[in-house]
């Protein structure tokens, strides 16, 4: 969750003109040190990674042609780690006193349960970590109308990305056990009482098809952001998540199961609402999502293949902050979203192989802080604390960024997750990695 920030009327530029012909690029440079610190750890051998890694940013409140987020990094004999996030990079263009035109991947607040949330819903998500995804923005055109107390935004596109994960390999028939954020399915069936191997193929589709989708919305916001503000959004689009359908067969010969894995698009509805009230440094709101999946066919009738139902998001959330300090509170209840298997090897009493939401009611508090010691030190961190009854999890999460000039700084990052078992009653993306408790350290060098 991150504190909200009112926003900004930018001033006006002449038509179809931006104020700066070249983008300011910071560049960030890193060394970092990732550990996994359970005892119980098993996801891999190794439990320490080293990574060498640079972010470019460009100042989002500035007035630039080009603007871009974009981080990657290489972990040190563990390729399968390695990750490039390009959560922004568009163009912008002024029209008249009010009216912007982007071109490219850019983040909106399309609905605040999702921004504060990180579900993924409306906006991709970066799930290397899945313990701590990042919103990724949209890709297409947004043309965007700024007045005072009205908002409008519209969104077209012939393109789809869907959510990043983590990286996978497929070696002889199996997952190679080479990145601890990647779930791997089981390893055996029982077939005659005897626990089987399987191996598994994936059938992956042409990228053409997965690219080449359209999506369009839709959002409006009334009020004023000091005070009173509404929104209501609207998009039809692919959903963030591929649905994955699977067929498999016995292998006599070898008395081994082969399994088929297939990835398909699959489209959504999505209803945003929102409603906020602010009063000096307090701010109190509630923000709700209907998510209706299309009912199409996407599989054969050979794939057992998923089922969506529709389902009802709600968020109420209250926070205060000043200068130096910030507390948040939330709670998230989802009604619905059920996903079900239907097909020849569909079963009841097993989990379903893909779910739709990390997980289906929590609560979380926050705490921020942002304090300047001298004139170029400054520690940033958040703490927070997410707790579920439903689903049986508590995950704690620390980051900290100590800045030791305007060049130098360092870096810190802490999960710790207590879960129950998974069941089928109870699928959740916190519980998959109850063992991968994790602390990050490293430095980081502007130039």
Not at 103 to 129: C, H, Q, S, T, Y
Not at 355 to 364: D, F, G, N
Not at 370 to 381: E, G, Q, T, V
């Amino acid at each position: 969750m991150k504190l909200s920030t009112p926003p900004q009327f930018k001033q006006a530029a002449p038509v179809a003109e931006s104020t700066a012909a070249i983008s300011k690029v910071h560049t960030e440079m890193r060394l970092l040190s990732d550990s996994f610190i359970s005892p119980d750890f098993e996801a891999t051998q190794k439990t320490s990674y080293q990574f060498v890694g640079a972010q470019l940013r460009t100042d989002p409140f500035a007035d630039e042609v080009l603007k871009m987020d974009v981080s990657g990094a290489v972990a040190l004999g563990a390729p399968l780690l390695n990750y490039l996030n390009i959560a922004e990079l568009y163009t912008q263009s002024r029209f008249g006193d009010d009216s912007t035109l982007y071109i490219g991947r850019k983040r909106i607040n399309w609905n605040e349960m999702d921004a504060r949330w990180d579900l993924g819903v409306w906006e991709p998500l970066f799930k290397w970590n899945p313990l701590s995804p990042e919103r990724q923005g949209l890709s297409g055109l947004f043309w965007q109308v700024d007045r005072p107390y009205y908002t409008m935004t519209l969104f077209g596109s012939p393109l789809y990305i869907p959510d990043q994960g983590p990286s996978f390999e497929i070696e002889n028939g199996s997952f190679v056990k080479g990145n601890p954020w990647f779930r791997r399915p089981p390893d055996s069936i029982r077939i005659w009482q005897e626990a089987t191997g399987i191996d598994y193929q994936f059938k992956k589709p042409d990228e053409t098809q997965i690219v080449l989708q359209n999506s369009f919305g839709m959002k409006i916001s009334v009020g004023d952001p000091q005070s009173l503000r509404a929104q209501l959004s609207y998009a039809y689009k692919p959903a963030n998540q591929l649905a994955i359908g699977y067929e498999g067969n016995l292998d006599v010969g070898q008395l081994k199961g082969v399994v088929d894995l297939q990835p398909q698009v699959f489209y959504h509805s999505l209803m945003g609402a929102d409603v906020s009230y602010r009063i000096r440094n307090f701010r109190m709101g509630m923000s709700g999502t209907l998510d209706r999946p299309s009912k199409d066919e996407i599989f054969e009738e050979k794939w057992t293949h998923p089922v969506f139902t529709d389902a009802t998001l709600l968020s109420p959330y209250m926070e205060w902050s000043n200068a130096r300090w910030g507390v948040s509170v939330q709670h998230l209840e989802i009604f619905g979203g059920e996903v079900t298997e239907q097909g020849e090897l569909a079963n009841p009493n097993r989990a379903a192989l893909m779910t739709r939401y990390p997980y289906r009611q929590a609560q979380q508090i926050a705490l921020m802080t942002n304090y300047a010691f001298k004139k170029d030190r400054r520690l940033i961190s958040k703490l927070s604390l997410t707790h579920s009854e439903k689903n049986d999890f508590d995950l704690i999460r620390f980051s900290a960024r100590f800045r030791l000039s305007g060049l130098w700084s360092l870096m810190g990052e802490m999960q710790m997750v207590k879960a129950g078992p998974l069941t089928v009653e109870n699928q959740n993306e916190i519980a998959q990695f109850v063992n991968n408790d994790r602390l990050m350290v490293g430095v980081a060098y502007v130039f």
